[in-house]
């Protein structure tokens, strides 16, 4: 873990931090590992006293759930482990917005009703840019673990993000389809009523045209609970195409998998982030993903030791094993936990005062976490790292590098 400042100089920030300023450098990047049930350390002299209130607002009901149930697990159980440390402590304020941009808003003022210092979210990116308009009036710090569109931080100075975006998304599947040879003719389904997918066909396509990729079919839908994608795979299927690009959430990749297997199409399938979870859904047929390839920056099952450490406590503690967006969310709240460090935020920070502070910190900030290794941040909120291309094999993600 990063050295804790010494006293002196902890007193130095804080008075920096209400004149509006901090550099944000550190000895050290962190690699927050704990062990589940190890003996709490005792409190460094540097860290002031006090609960501070995190936010995580998602959908833990609803079409997304998994997404939102990581996201809060994650959370909850980084706060459990620097807790245990003694000192600066942390609650957990968790709201259910089912991915929902007007549920996700209210969830945010019962937040801050209740005491919220910073928030860590929110999950899905509509419902991220409709926050982030109200928490940017009332200057309010978001780290969004996985709400991946450039709308969510587009003209707002507190919108920070732990995922890669939707373009790096796009464009990074683009070049790795073409750099790999897995398709000559591509066909791509996209969901036009959802920022997430729009983005990153967007930038696919610009990518592809660049590229030359031979994009032969474009078919759409405007709703995840959309049950029937014969016409899209129909269309695929009379164009030629040899690999469908799938830019959207697990559950319709589900159903395309399902439908295409029961119409005997021979195609591969390419997803991003958003596909993470189709494995765990109840009663899918993982046989259906078999030879599927996806972008994610996580996998649960690397050997290191930040890893390791993590699934298996993760496991311990909520009986399945993480995907990207518990990983995201973890960083999250370590990332978070850094700034308290080295800005001396207390339990009488304001809001307000944590986000003029974390703005400046965070762009000059490196952090190696379970998600990305020296992962920076530029002035806009997006943050830089690599995506990476795993393959469905047995069941299980495996790199391709």
Do not use: H
């Not at 929110?122 to 996985?146: H, I, K, Q």
């Amino acid at each position: 873990m990063k050295k804790f400042v010494a006293l002196l100089l902890a007193v130095v920030m804080v008075a920096s931090l209400f004149a509006g300023c901090s550099s944000g450098e550190s000895e050290e990047t962190k690699a927050p590992v704990a062990t589940e049930g190890a003996a709490a350390a005792p409190a460094d002299e540097g860290t002031p006293a006090g609960t501070i209130k995190v936010g995580s607002i998602g959908p833990t009901t609803g079409d997304y759930a998994q997404y939102g149930k990581a996201v809060e697990n994650a959370i909850a159980m980084a706060i459990e482990e620097i807790n245990a440390k003694g000192g600066l402590q942390f609650e957990l304020l968790g709201e259910d917005d089912q991915g929902d941009p007007t549920m996700a808003v209210n969830a945010y003022n019962v937040e801050m009703q209740d005491g919220m210092q910073v928030l860590l979210g929110t999950v899905t990116s509509g419902a991220c840019a409709a926050v982030a308009d109200v928490a940017n009036e009332e200057r309010v710090f978001m780290l969004t673990p996985s709400a991946s569109s450039p709308t969510v931080n587009e003209g707002r100075d507190n919108v920070y993000q732990v995922c890669f975006t939707d373009p790096n998304q796009g464009a990074s599947a683009a070049q790795t389809i073409k750099s790999l040879g897995l398709g000559e003719k591509i066909a791509v389904i996209w969901n036009n009523a959802q920022d997430y997918s729009t983005g990153i066909y967007q930038s696919f396509m610009e990518k592809a045209e660049e590229i030359g990729l031979e994009v032969v079919a474009d078919s759409t839908f405007s709703d995840d609970s959309n049950a029937d994608f014969s016409v899209q795979l129909q269309a695929a299927a009379n164009a030629g195409a040899d690999l469908v690009f799938l830019p959207i959430y697990y559950t319709p990749v589900a159903a395309i998998m399902q439908q295409a297997g029961a119409a005997d199409y021979n195609f591969k399938f390419f997803g991003v982030d958003g596909m993470d979870g189709l494995l765990d859904i109840s009663g899918f047929d993982t046989a259906l993903a078999e030879g599927s390839y996806m972008l994610t920056p996580f996998d649960a099952n690397k050997t290191d030791d930040l890893t390791s450490s993590f699934v298996s406590s993760y496991v311990a503690k909520f009986g399945e094993t993480p995907n990207q967006f518990a990983a995201d969310a973890y960083d999250a709240m370590y990332i978070f936990y850094d700034a308290c460090q080295d800005l001396g935020f207390t339990s009488e920070t304001t809001p307000q005062e944590i986000c003029e502070a974390m703005i400046p910190w965070m762009q000059s900030y490196s952090y190696t976490g379970l998600t990305g290794e020296n992962m920076v941040w530029a002035a806009d909120g997006c943050v830089s790292k690599v995506a990476t291309a795993y393959v469905i094999e047995g069941g299980q993600y495996v790199s391709v590098d």
